[in-house]
């Protein structure tokens, strides 16, 4: 059983940065593609970014935002530069144990608990 873990949101200015990060337990970490989607009050969650052999962003993010993960410490990362207040809402990681990957939240079987964002004008 694979679980999730994010941490290290909170409250920034607009322009500031932040970086999340998601800690993964069970299973091979190594293995998995990983994804972070997000879901502001009263949207549908979206999807942010992923990895899976390579790197790929949603256009509002991309050139702002960078995913990496550490295998040692089976942890993915997501560095968030220039935020806009646009940016804030709860913030999740996600695991795709087939290691495929994608921007669709359903290819994704398991999910943390999230991490609330916010970001002030």
């Known amino acids: 059983q694979v679980q999730l873990v994010e941490s290290g949101g909170g409250l920034v200015q607009a322009g500031g940065s932040l970086r999340i990060s998601c800690a993964a337990s069970g299973g091979t970490f190594s293995r998995y593609a990983m994804g972070w989607f997000r879901q502001a009050p009263g949207k549908e969650r979206e999807f942010v970014a992923a990895w899976s052999g390579r790197t790929y962003y949603a256009h509002s993010v991309k050139g702002r935002f960078t995913i990496s993960r550490d295998n040692a410490k089976n942890t993915v990362y997501l560095q968030m530069d220039s935020l806009k207040p646009e940016d804030t809402a709860v913030y999740y990681c996600?695991?795709?144990?087939?290691?495929?990957?994608?921007?669709?939240?359903?290819?994704?079987?398991?999910w943390g608990q999230g991490t609330q964002v916010t970001v002030s004008s």
């Open positions: 996600a695991a795709d144990l087939r290691g495929l990957g994608s921007q669709w939240a359903y290819e994704y079987g398991y």
